[in-house]
């Protein structure tokens, strides 16, 4: 069963345009919802994270947007460039002393000159 | 990769034969974990560890074993290998859980990766 359903699949851009990833949840217990930037041949790399007790959390060009009523959070890229071409994941997790983190199944984007 | 190697970092191996992975930090942190990512189903969680000779299982423990003798390894282990466990497997560590008001939370930071294929 999955517990965090991520959309779309892969995306495809051009750039200066708005990239919008979403991820949607099951368990109302998650308090910590990540997401991951990863490129070809690395592992991935916390680019942002938020808690639910704010409805949006903003860094550069990345903004989460969070509806905790609808269990639901996306990632917005704004003014895409080339370089932001990756594979995305969103992750939840419930606090506690390991804070196991569950992941959704990625979305690639690609970003078009 | 935040002071995290994963060795080796590429493996071809034969179906029944054993396995063993090694991921190795130098940042001292609690927490270990293994992932396995494939297409379509992201990273899940193998086995994890909260201290030396503390470990669990994860969501897709079956065919996998692991150990922490020191704190800065954590190896995972297949001890008969199986073409369905072909994947890239990523380790993650963390530092201490942070605390923010009520809640706990930590920040999972991942290496490199293997990528194991099983003939």
């Known amino acids: 069963q999955q517990q965090v359903k991520q959309s779309p699949q892969s995306l495809i851009v051009q750039k200066g345009g708005i990239s919008i990833i979403n991820c949607a949840y099951e368990n109302t217990a998650f308090d910590y919802f990540p997401w991951y930037q990863q490129f070809p041949g690395k592992g991935p790399a916390l680019l942002i994270a938020?808690?639910?007790?704010?409805s949006e959390k903003k860094e550069g060009r990345f903004t989460i947007s969070f509806n905790k009523s609808a269990k639901q959070f996306s990632l917005h890229i704004m003014d895409s460039q080339p370089g932001d071409s990756a594979t995305y994941f969103c992750?939840?997790?419930?606090?506690?002393?390991?804070?196991?983190?569950?992941f959704g199944t990625g979305t690639l984007l690609a970003v078009q000159p | 990769d935040a002071g995290i190697t994963q060795s080796p970092r590429h493996k071809v191996t034969e179906t029944g034969t054993p396995v063993t992975l090694r991921c190795h930090q130098t940042e001292n942190h609690r927490y270990m974990y293994w992932y396995r990512q494939d297409p379509g189903h992201g990273l899940r969680l193998i086995h994890y560890s909260y201290g030396v000779k503390d470990t669990d299982k994860g969501e897709v423990s079956d065919g996998y074993s692991v150990s922490r003798s020191k704190t800065e390894d954590f190896l995972l282990t297949l001890e008969s290998a199986t073409s369905s466990q072909t994947s890239v497997y990523f380790c993650?560590?963390?530092?201490?859980?942070?605390?923010?008001?009520?809640?706990?939370?930590?920040?999972?930071?991942f290496g490199p990766g293997t990528r194991l294929t099983v003939l």
């Open positions: 993650a560590i963390s530092e201490s859980t942070r605390t923010s008001g009520s809640s706990s939370y930590n920040e999972q930071f």
């Open positions: 938020i808690r639910p007790d704010v």
């Open positions: 992750a939840a997790s419930k606090s506690g002393a390991t804070n196991k983190l569950i």
